[in-house]
T-cell receptor
Framework: GIQVEQSPPDLILQEGANSTLRCNFSDSVNNLQWFHQNPWGQLINLFYIPSGTKQNGRLSATTVATERYSLLYISSSQTTDSGVYFCAPHGSSNTGKLIFGQGTTLQVKP | DAGITQSPRHKVTETGTPVTLRCHQTENHRYMYWYRQDPGHGLRLIHYSYGVKDTDKGEVSDGYSVSRSKTEDFLLTLESATSSQTSVYFC???????????FGQGTRLTVV
């Protein structure tokens, strides 16, 4: 099956800093999602991005499917950005199942 | 709000007892999924459903069964709970294959 690797595993930022999170996957995918798991455990949809670039406020994401990676950019980080960020590609099977990476744990300090 | 409700939200049960978790959706989505989340493992797929009475196994299905008798409900059953099934369980829904998936708020299950 598809292997997903996220980097870095842990990241500590000062409020206001920018960061880039990376997701590599081992096989071709039909689509990909980014999620933020907040400190209360809730999984929040950030992007549904099979290819190309999307932006939503201070966050943007780019997926280059042919090179098997996706990037999540966080600009002007805030303490509310803290939590775990998951990349979850959807494989080419007909199940729609998401394959999760281990996540990047982000801590933004005031 | 994607219209997903998981119940119960928290449960403590004893080893060997049966447990059923419920995922209820109001969106008429075709696809439903059960995942478990454990430290160091991210989220792993237990079972999924692609329609009423149509279900299949995921990567960590041993010890779990599911049922989907109507579109809006997907039940996950632990026939005889074990301590290794202590976890946070998430339900997800998707209207079609190439669409966004949405997750419920999770059920924290502790088996003592």
């Amino acid at each position: 099956g598809i292997q997903v690797e996220q980097s870095p595993p842990d990241l500590i930022l000062q409020e206001g800093a920018n960061s880039t999170l990376r997701c590599n996957f081992s096989d071709s995918v039909n689509n990909l999602q980014w999620f933020h798991q907040n400190p209360w455990g809730q999984l929040i949809n950030l992007f549904y991005i099979p290819s190309g670039t999307k932006q939503n406020g201070r966050l943007s994401a780019t997926t280059v499917a042919t090179e098997r990676y996706s990037l999540l950019y966080i600009s002007s980080s805030q303490t509310t950005d803290s939590g775990v960020y998951f990349c979850a590609p959807h494989g080419s099977s007909n199940t729609g199942k998401l394959i999760f990476g281990q996540g990047t744990t982000l801590q933004v300090k005031p | 709000d994607a219209g997903i409700t998981q119940s119960p939200r928290h449960k403590v049960t004893e080893t060997g007892t049966p447990v059923t978790l419920r995922c209820h959706q109001t969106e008429n989505h075709r696809y439903m999924y059960w995942y478990r989340q454990d430290p160091g493992h991210g989220l792993r797929l237990i079972h999924y459903s692609y329609g009423v009475k149509d279900t299949d196994k995921g990567e960590v299905s041993d010890g779990y069964s599911v049922s989907r008798s109507k579109t809006e409900d997907f039940l996950l059953t632990l026939e005889s709970a074990t301590s290794s099934q202590t976890s946070v369980y998430f339900c997800a829904i998707r209207i079609q294959l190439n669409t966004e998936a949405f997750f419920g708020q999770g059920t924290r299950l502790t088996v003592v």
